[in-house]
């Protein structure tokens, strides 16, 4: 459980990008960090050192979300589309036949020059963590290679952020080296289509959500949200705290498996996301919200040792485990039969 807290802290991570930072700034910054972890489990970042603004991130989101639908299931994932190959990257459409509390569409890449030669095949697993990624063509889509630019910045700067950890944690320097070997993170676009007015809730009902209540199962999230707001994090308390959008920040949070590996020193602090409102020209802005988490993740093989527990973690049978319980990646996910009844009741 975190703690009391009614806002989250900002912390300025400027030393990572400067190359001539003192130890004294790099030692502060891990401190600064450990105490984030410890208490909210969530921050801003400022100052990051990467290449891509806000605007260029979500000008890419939004290039992603505005093709049409059938071009975005050519890449749907194999629970949408069972004649696809593949299970774990690509692109998964809103399911309004389910709980309408999680009412999103998304794009999940992964590591974009991982070797996939050795892997396991695919018709050996039910789902394959670590199968090739799927893209538009280029024609329809320029994107391609700035995302994975971004994907490639992101792993790095969350590699910067786990290794200050290891010694306020009381490890080695170079303990988290070996987890990114293969490292499975995830690169997520998400597009929150808006709800209408009249089923956003009065002040007196609960919150309508496009989220609902989780926590994050790696090791730390580092997520782009675009200036709309709806995010939400609890603390001790029991209250919902905003974490509306700063300019130039990305937010960061601890996962499950981190918040295990430090002895639950570290909290993985449970959070949810509002539904959006309509666009004030939604005659011309037909989007709700947009924002980009980067799930930062060890490889499959990675054996991660947790602390007061029977034994070592081997990462890619937890990934398993916890897929295996949702449903957009059940085998047949029900899309395909369930939308038709929406659309097509006749
Ligand atoms: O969209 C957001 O702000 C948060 C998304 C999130 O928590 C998640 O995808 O795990
Ligand atoms: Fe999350």
Not at 19 to 35: F, H, I, V
Not at 108 to 137: L, M, Y
Not at 279 to 285: R, V, Y
Not at 301 to 319: F, I, K, Q, R, T
Request: glycine share 6%; charged share 20%; hydrophobic share 35%.
């Amino acid at each position: 459980m975190s703690t009391n807290f009614s806002s989250l802290p900002v912390v300025d991570v400027s030393a990572l990008g400067a190359s001539g930072a003192s130890t004294q700034d790099t030692t502060e910054l891990s401190q600064k960090l450990y105490d984030v972890f410890a208490t909210t489990g969530f921050a801003y970042l400022v100052n990051a050192p990467l290449s891509f603004n806000h605007d260029e991130v979500f000008d890419l989101t939004r290039e992603f979300f505005a093709l049409p639908q059938d071009r975005k299931m050519k890449l749907a994932k194999k629970s949408f589309r069972p004649g696809h190959y593949n299970t774990y990257r690509g692109y998964f459409p809103t399911q309004p036949h389910l709980t309408p509390d999680n009412l999103k569409e998304g794009f999940e890449i992964g590591n974009p020059t991982a070797d996939h030669g050795t892997r396991i095949p695919a018709s050996t697993q039910k789902i394959n963590i670590s199968e090739p990624n799927v893209w538009p063509d280029r024609q329809i889509f320029s994107k391609q290679e700035r995302l994975e630019e971004m994907y490639n910045e992101l792993q790095s700067l969350a590699s910067k952020l786990l290794s200050l950890l290891a010694v306020p944690l009381g490890k080695e320097t170079d303990f988290f080296d070996s987890w990114l070997d293969d490292s499975l993170s995830t690169l997520r676009l998400l597009h929150y289509p808006p709800v209408t007015q009249t089923a956003l809730p009065g002040p007196d009902e609960a919150a309508r959500l496009s989220c609902s209540p989780h926590t994050d199962s790696g090791i730390l999230t580092l997520l782009h949200q675009d200036t709309t707001g709806g995010l939400e994090v609890l603390n001790a308390a029991g209250e919902w705290i905003a974490a509306p959008y700063i300019p130039g920040s990305i937010v960061v949070n601890i996962g499950d498996l981190m918040a295990r590996v430090s002895g639950s020193r570290f909290k993985a602090t449970m959070h949810r996301v509002r539904a959006p409102p309509p666009k004030p020209d939604a005659a011309n802005d037909r989007f709700g919200r947009f924002s980009i988490p980067f799930f930062f993740e060890p490889g499959e093989a990675c054996s991660v040792p947790v602390e007061g527990d029977e034994g070592p973690v081997v990462y890619g049978e937890y990934v398993r485990t916890k897929m295996a319980t949702f449903v957009e990646f059940q085998e047949d996910s029900g899309y395909d039969t369930a939308i038709r009844r929406i659309y097509e009741p006749y």
